[in-house]
């Protein structure tokens, strides 16, 4: 995640700051574009954050995985009151980073919500993250961890 998130700073909903590099190392990241005003990001948040929880709060181990919310919100409060009432214990870039623009462009962000999976060097495993949870559930993290070669015996 060096060449996508490497040397910024990430928040948690409870305002902590961690550093992207050492949040993200050898991690499948999940870039995800939503905002809280978006019907359908209310939709899928809660859905993600239930993926998420069952893969890294109740799994043991953990699994090597982690979500990074890109906000499309339209000021810092939208922002930290969309990720206190529906996110789960995940990162984000901060609103004001100028970086979130750039994500969206690399990315080629053109609608909300959306599910960006990406290797730990930052190569996409899949734009369409949303869907295939919607579709497989769990099942679909064991594609992306064997795509982004993380060693790591998991089952979901």
């Given amino acids: 995640m060096v060449d996508v998130l490497g040397g910024r700073l990430l928040v948690t909903c409870d305002g902590a700051w961690v550093e992207a590099e050492a949040a993200l190392q050898n991690k499948v990241v999940a870039l995800y574009f939503a905002a809280g005003r978006c019907a359908p990001s209310r939709d899928f948040t809660p859905l993600l954050c239930d993926f998420y929880e069952e893969l890294v709060d109740e799994a043991r181990p953990p699994a090597p995985f982690e979500v990074v919310f890109v906000s499309a919100d339209g000021s810092a409060q939208e922002m930290l009151e969309f990720m206190q009432e529906l996110h789960g214990a995940w990162l984000a870039l901060p609103f004001h980073d100028p970086y979130r623009h750039e994500l969206?462009?690399?990315?080629?962000?053109?609608?909300?919500?959306?599910?960006?999976?990406?290797?730990?060097?930052?190569?996409?495993?899949?734009?369409?993250?949303?869907?295939?949870?919607?579709?497989?559930?769990?099942a679909c993290f064991q594609n992306w961890v064997e795509a982004a070669d993380i060693f790591q015996n998991f089952s979901g």
């Fill in 104 to 138: 969206r462009t690399r990315y080629h962000i053109t609608a909300i919500p959306r599910l960006v999976i990406l290797k730990p060097s930052g190569e996409v495993i899949t734009d369409k993250g949303r869907k295939q949870i919607r579709e497989r559930g769990l």
